[in-house]
């Protein structure tokens, strides 16, 4: 097993998939400077990976500005030492406005259960008021969580 030192745990839910392939993106950057990353919904998260991962990130589609309930729920159940001292980031997916208020809403929900949070980073992606999947995340986009999973890493 690798140790501590190289495990990245990506959390994330979604409905469209949007925030799942912006979980994937991350990983990616986390990737290619040698970090092993594990990528869970939050539905399938074992409190034991949180005790074995060095750098973790949390992704959430923007409701109204805010993230989703069960990303809330998820954090906000979280003891403050499982996250104490670890490297943070966070992530969201929106697709009409606010995807930076929901991002600032989620590094606030880290920093209180003492994690070391980097900025995080909100992606256009989908379509406003909708379940189904629309348009997916530009390029630039992509590129922009690649290189916040790389710097998670270099943290």
Known sequence: MLGKKKLALIVYHTKTGHTKQAAEDLARGLQSKGIRASIKSIGEVNREELKDCRYFAVGSPTRN?????????????????????????????????????TVRKLRRLLKKKGAKVLPGIAVKAGAPLSLWKGPDAKEKDVAKLERLGKKLARA
């Open 65 to 101: 500005g805010k993230p989703s309930r069960k990303v809330k729920k998820f954090l906000k159940g979280l003891d403050k030492k499982e996250l104490k001292g670890k490297k943070a980031t966070c992530f969201s997916a929106y697709a009409g406005f606010r995807g930076k208020r």
